[in-house]
C-alpha cells in the first residue's frame, strides 16, 4: 500500500477506529499524490518569474483561449476563471460558499463537525465516490422499497453491495421508522451497513416529518451503540423543495455528530436546487469532530477524483459561485419555490377527484419534483406505453404497480388535463 494512503488510514485509526473500519479496501487505499497538481500548487503560490508547470497553454499573462468562446461570456467572466483547469476538490470560492449556503440552510447543524464541501460532476459522482470509499463486495446498503434505479449501478453493479430493501410507508402513511429499524438489524453480523437516505424522496416526494426524522436518528444511534458501523449517506437531490408540514432541514443535521460509528456523508448540489441540471455542479461533506479525519477523507476522496474524472467544468463552477453570491439569488430561488409549490399543491387538489380512485390511490408527497400514483389492477408499465402510443402522454413506470408522475415539467395549468388522460388511458386498460 501507499505510504501516502497508510499515513492517511493511521491518521483515521488515531481520532476514531470505527471510520477506518468503514473504509472499502479500495478507500483504504487511496490517496491524493504528489504529483503535478500539488507541485503545480506551489509553484501558483511561489513563481513570482515563471510558472512552467501544469499543462495549459498561455498567452499575454492569461490563459490561452479563443475570442469567440471568451465573447460568449463577455466581460462578466475573465478568462482565469473558465479555461484553466479546476482544482480536484473545486474552487475554494465555491467550496466555502456553499457551506456558507448549507449553515444558513440548516441552523441546527454544528458547523465544528463538518467538513468542506468538495465538488463533484454533480450528485451521482458524488454517490460513486461514496460507494468507492465505502462499499465493498457484499457489503449491506439499506434504502427504501421506493428508490431511484441508478442506486442499483453506483452500489450493487460497480461496488457489489447487496441492496436491502424496507417500505418506505407504514400504515399510517407516515415514514417506516420500524422497517428501517428491522432492516437495519437483520444486517447486525455485518459490522457495518450503508443507509441511504434522500429527502425529498425520488420517486415519491415525500420528506418526514420532523418528529419522524428524530426517530430516524434514534433508531441509527441504537444500531451504533449495539455496535454496528453505520455509513449514512444523506442524498439531498432536491433540498429546499418542502412544501407542506415536513422536516426543514437536512437530517445530515442530526447525525452530523450522533455517534462515533455513524458517518454522516451528504451528497447534494446546485443542479436540482438551482435548476442548472446541465451545469453538473454537485458537493459531498463529510462530518466528523476530528480535523485529522475530514482531512483524510478529503484526500482519498482527492484521490478518487484525480484518478477518474481529474477535476470537473471549471466554468460551471465559476457561474454557479457567480450565483450564489448574487443579489438576486434569494428573490428568484424565492419565486421558483412557489412555482414548484403551487404545481405541487394543484396536483393534489385535482388528485382529490372522486372519477379516479377506481383506477388508483397514491403515495404521500409533500416535497420534490415527483409524486407516485399507486395502480389498481393495471400495469405500470402497460399503462405507460399506452399513455405514449395513444395519448401522447410520457410518464415512468417503476414497477408493476407505481407510476411516477414528474410534476416539476408540467405548467399548473396542464397539471388536470394530464391526470384526465392518464385515467382515461388506465380506463382502456381497465
Known amino acids: 500500500m501507499n505510504e501516502l494512503a497508510q499515513a492517511l488510514n493511521n491518521a483515521i485509526k488515531e481520532d476514531n477506529e470505527y471510520v477506518y473500519d468503514m473504509l472499502s479496501q479500495l478507500g483504504k487505499e487511496l490517496f491524493y499524490p504528489k504529483g503535478i497538481l500539488s507541485q503545480s500548487a506551489e509553484a501558483g503560490k511561489k513563481a513570482h518569474r515563471f510558472n512552467a508547470t501544469i499543462g495549459i497553454a498561455t498567452e499575454n499573462n492569461q490563459p490561452m483561449h479563443f475570442k469567440h468562446i471568451q465573447d460568449m461570456f ?46 463533484t460532476n454533480a450528485l451521482t459522482h458524488g454517490l460513486s465516490i461514496a460507494a468507492d470509499l465505502f462499499v465493498d463486495e457484499g457489503t449491506p446498503v439499506i434504502v427504501p422499497d421506493k428508490y431511484w434505479g441508478n442506486y442499483n449501478i453506483t452500489f450493487k453493479v460497480r461496488r457489489g453491495g447487496t441492496m436491502n430493501t424496507f417500505p418506505l410507508f407504514n400504515d399510517a402513511e407516515g415514514f417506516n421508522v420500524a422497517g428501517l429499524k428491522e432492516a437495519i438489524q437483520a444486517q447486525k453480523e455485518a459490522g457495518k451497513v450503508v443507509v441511504l437516505l434522500n429527502f425529498p424522496n425520488n420517486p415519491t416526494g415525500y420528506t418526514p416529518l420532523e418528529s419522524e426524522a428524530q426517530e430516524i436518528a434514534a433508531v441509527l ?46 451528497v447534494d448540489g446546485a443542479t436540482k436546487e438551482n435548476y442548472v441540471w446541465g451545469f453538473r455542479v454537485g458537493f459531498i461533506t463529510y462530518a466528523s469532530k476530528s480535523a485529522a479525519i475530514l482531512n483524510a477523507l478529503e484526500q482519498k476522496t482527492k484521490g478518487i477524483i484525480r484518478g477518474t474524472i481529474s477535476s470537473g467544468s471549471h466554468p460551471s463552477q465559476t457561474i454557479i459561485l457567480q450565483s450564489l453570491l448574487s443579489n438576486d439569488f434569494q428573490s428568484e430561488k424565492q419565486q421558483k419555490f412557489e412555482l414548484m409549490k403551487s404545481r405541487a399543491d394543484k396536483t393534489k387538489e385535482v388528485l382529490a377527484k ?15 419534483y415527483f409524486m407516485c400514483l399507486k395502480l389498481h389492477n393495471i400495469d405500470a408499465e402497460e399503462l405507460r406505453v399506452h399513455l405514449l402510443d395513444k395519448y401522447g402522454v410520457g410518464t415512468i413506470s417503476i414497477n408493476s404497480t407505481d407510476l411516477r408522475i414528474a410534476f416539476s415539467c408540467v405548467e399548473e395549468s396542464d397539471i388536470e388535463e394530464l391526470f384526465d388522460l392518464i385515467a382515461k388511458g388506465a380506463a382502456d386498460l381497465q
Request: proline share 7%; aromatic share 14%; net charge negative.
Open 221 to 266: 444511534k441504537e444500531a451504533a451503540e449495539d455496535g454496528l458501523n453505520i455509513i449514512t449517506l444523506i442524498d439531498d437531490a432536491y433540498f429546499g423543495l418542502f412544501y407542506e408540514d415536513s422536516m426543514k432541514e437536512s437530517i445530515f443535521s442530526l447525525l452530523a455528530d450522533a455517534h462515533p460509528r455513524i458517518l454522516a456523508v451528504k
Open 354 to 368: 372522486e372519477d379516479y380512485k377506481k383506477y388508483w390511490t397514491y403515495y404521500p408527497f409533500n416535497s420534490g
Open 74 to 119: 463577455g466581460d462578466k467572466v475573465a478568462p482565469k476563471d473558465l479555461f484553466p483547469y479546476a482544482a480536484p476538490q473545486g474552487k475554494e470560492d465555491l467550496r466555502s460558499a456553499w457551506k456558507k449556503k448549507i449553515l444558513a440552510d440548516n441552523p441546527s447543524l454544528n458547523e465544528e463537525v463538518m467538513g468542506t464541501p468538495i465538488v
